[in-house]
């Protein structure tokens, strides 16, 4: 196998899966991008294609990941770095993730957002990525300006309660601005601290500090707004912004968002992540404060209601909220930070959920790839079509343990199991970045959205 990728490369053999279907078809990848897709016989392959044998193997489109926190910058010690975190990404099957702005120093002024941005620029990393801004209660009109005009910025990251780095936006009578002046894509971590229990004794006493009813609360604020500005002609409904609503980890929020009228529904839309689809509060009694994260695992029920909640198309992302706080503090006596490893395991957990008949393979393309993409308003990513940027990942059926992948931070809440599934080989803007377990290219580029 030639290490520089060769002008054309043929995936020959394979099952290409979409969000609306799995069929067998092969694909050829010129340049950067997808060219064909489709039966291409043998007396049409070209001298020059490089051909890879693919039977047996299922290709998706590259996942794009909203909710990564990798930390980078941090303040000292650092035990990630975007280096480290784009690469375990790439391992995971994902082509492109967005970094949330809850580095150091916070990323709250187009200033920082720059300094940041200027950052991440200097070296290609191992994945596509782009930087969320945060808004909080100052510079608020100045922000809601500037990012609807810069296309680096692929949205505004809100939150509404404490979470890693105290990023809040305290005064929520804010928020009638933001619907009032911005129509772009918003990003909240919604919890409302004024339904927050007493701080955890122990371990398993973590969700009755961030307690359901905080979660709830927030959602159902911000899904009231959308009442309080509904307005009066459709066309008026564009200028309003979508909010999107991370890491939803109760049932409540589910039945909630199936209430909602369609025109709400149109304008917000919900992520869940692997850990609340996989872990319950039971596990807190073996995981103990590995699993603290925001807001809290909850119940079994609430478990198998996300899981109800993503078959059904009323959930319409999976992030991974991935957040790479080293071991030993996870495992102090006091206090440990919220957050778990999970760039290289969310893929394989959702298709363990394929093998368990939860849903189906395209459901996991719409979820990573389609959605995402949507919501970020790029129309050649996420999808494989010819002209698409070629970033996809092709897996198969052969067992993963666990304990195998290894993150900088020295551990992951997943190390028991053993996944079905298996990340092959993994293209991003055309390049074979990665193929079983060895990184080959850094060919990830930094992102520009279109802007309305
Ligand atoms: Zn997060």
Redesign the pocket.
């Known amino acids: 196998m030639p290490s520089a990728t060769p002008a054309a490369t043929l995936l020959w053999g394979g099952w290409v899966v979409t969000g609306t279907g799995v069929y067998r078809a092969d694909l050829l990848i010129e340049g950067e991008r997808i060219t064909h897709i489709g039966n291409l016989p043998k007396d049409r392959w070209q001298p020059t294609w490089h051909i890879e044998d693919v039977r047996g193997c299922f290709i998706l489109p590259g996942t794009i990941d909203l ?1 990564v ?1 990798t930390r980078d910058p941090a303040k000292p010690p650092v035990y990630a770095t975007r280096f480290s975190e784009t690469r375990s990404a790439l391992a995971g099957g994902i082509t492109t993730i967005l970094d ?1 702005p809850n580095t150091h120093p916070p990323v709250t002024t187009p200033e920082v957002f720059e300094q940041k941005w200027q950052r991440w620029n200097r070296q290609p990393l191992w994945c596509n990525w782009a930087l969320f801004p945060a808004l909080i209660d100052d510079h608020l009109e100045e922000m809601l300006e500037w990012a609807q005009h810069d296309p680096r910025v692929p949205g505004l990251k809100i939150f509404l309660a404490p979470s890693t780095g105290g990023l809040v936006l305290h005064d929520w009578t804010h928020l009638n601005t933001v619907f009032q002046r911005y129509a772009g894509l918003l990003v909240v ?1 919604a919890e409302d601290p004024r339904y927050f229990g007493e701080k955890p004794t122990y371990a398993w006493d973590y969700p009755k500090w961030r307690t359901r009813t905080a979660c709830y609360r927030a959602t159902q604020w911000l899904a009231h707004l959308y009442l309080q500005h509904r307005p009066d002609s459709a066309s008026a409904a564009y200028t309003l912004p979508h909010v999107h609503i ?2 939803v980890s109760t049932a409540e929020e589910v039945f909630l968002y199936r209430r909602l009228p369609s025109f709400v529904r149109q304008h917000f839309t919900l992520e869940t992540c692997p850990h609340y689809l996989w872990f319950a509060a039971e596990d807190f009694y073996w995981l103990g404060k590995r699993l603290w994260c925001n807001p809290a695992i909850k119940q079994r029920e609430d478990q198998q209601v996300l899981r109800y909640a993503l078959a059904n198309h009323l959930i319409y992302t999976v992030g991974s ?1 991935h957040a790479p706080h080293p071991v030993e503090s996870k495992t102090l006596k006091e206090e440990a930070p919220a957050g778990i490893p999970g760039v290289r395991t969310l893929l394989l957990i959702l298709l363990e959920g394929v093998t368990r008949r939860w849903w189906t393979l395209t459901d996991v393309v719409q979820w990573t790839a389609e959605h995402p993409a949507r919501l970020l308003r790029l129309s050649d990513r996420g999808v494989l079509r010819a002209g698409a940027f070629a970033d996809l990942v092709i897996v198969d059926r052969h067992p993963t343990a666990g304990n195998t992948l290894s993150y900088t931070c020295g551990w992951h809440p997943y190390a028991n199991y053993v996944f079905t599934w298996r990340i092959r080989t993994v293209w991003v803007n055309g390049q074979r970045a990665y193929h079983l377990g060895r990184w080959l290219v850094p060919a990830g580029k930094p992102l520009r959205f279109p802007k309305p």
Request: aromatic share 0%.
């Open positions: 909710h926190h949330m971590h991370l890491h909220d």
